[in-house]
């Protein structure tokens, strides 16, 4: 699939860590399933949206119900493609969407994990929706 492929070429342009100029950017004290639970918060009831952006802090800090009114927005800040992987096969049963757009990977990037890591869950996310779809995988 072409789009795969731009997925690819895109992880690969990447350094396996990247180099923030000595900076170190703080982070909020968390516990360790606060993903989870921040997840499991969004949306308790299931609007009749059939377009949900899934992810980091890119899905979760754009004002989607204005340019997509009938979309869904689930964003979480902060997560890792690992932690957005573990939460999709419940924000597939929870929302039975029609079109996922998803936006996730930097922080992994930004922690120093490999771009093939990244790309894996990507591809394991994207199999996923595609057998919650009736494709197969």
Not at 100 to 106: D, K, P, T, W
């Amino acid at each position: 699939l072409p789009w795969i492929s731009v997925g690819l070429s895109l992880l690969s342009s990447f350094p396996s860590s990247l180099d923030s100029g000595g900076l170190e950017m703080p982070r909020p004290p968390r516990s360790a399933d606060w993903p989870a639970s921040e997840y499991e918060s969004l949306h308790d009831s299931p609007p009749h949206r059939r377009v949900v952006f899934f992810g980091d802090s890119d899905v979760s800090h754009w004002d989607t119900s204005r340019a997509f009114p009938k979309a869904l927005n689930c964003g979480i800040g902060g997560t890792t493609m690992s932690q957005v992987r573990s939460f999709t096969p419940r924000m597939l049963e929870k929302y039975r969407p029609k079109v996922v757009i998803l936006v996730a990977g930097e922080n992994d990037l930004a922690e120093g994990t490999p771009p093939s890591t990244v790309f894996e869950n990507f591809r394991h996310i994207c199999d996923l929706v595609t057998a919650a779809a009736g494709g197969g995988g």
